[in-house]
Nanobody, 125 residues
Framework: QVQLEDSGGGLVQAGDSLRLSCAAS????????MGWFRQVPGKGREFVAA???????NYADSVQGRFTISRDNVKNTVALQMSSLKPEDTATYYC???????????????????WGQGTQVTVSS
């Protein structure tokens, strides 16, 4: 089981940039699909971005071109670089790890079996 600790959230203004980090410990980081999800009160967790062990990335349409996910398989870390932030990006962001081997599963929160504690991102207009 891999343990995740995400960090880097904060209060920023629209148009600013922010970088979220996720540190993994325990066994099994390598080979796992790593993802970022976000959640606002009263709603389910929304897919933001994912990256495979080999570096293939996928993004939600709402963040495509503004967010970049990356991973370091030596340091066991995952990052989400967010730029041109909008007020609608305000949410709690979660790092997650999936042991699924099915490519389509990367978009679904239910297919991830390890989660960080979440980090709050607030974008003011």
């Amino acid at each position: 089981q891999v343990q995740l600790e995400d960090s880097g959230g904060g209060l920023v203004q629209a148009g600013d940039s922010l970088r979220l980090s996720c540190a993994a410990s325990g066994r099994g980081f390598g080979g796992r699909i790593m993802g970022w999800f976000r959640q606002v009160p009263g709603k389910g967790r929304e897919f933001v971005a994912a990256i495979t062990n080999g570096g293939t990335t996928n993004y939600a349409d709402s963040v495509q071109g503004r967010f970049t996910i990356s991973r370091d398989n030596v340091k066991n870390t995952v990052a989400l670089q967010m730029s041109s932030l909008k007020p609608e990006d305000t949410a709690t962001y979660y790092c997650a790890a999936s042991s699924s081997v099915l490519t389509a599963d990367k978009y679904f929160a239910a297919k991830y079996d390890s989660w960080g504690q979440g980090t709050q991102v607030t974008v003011s207009s």
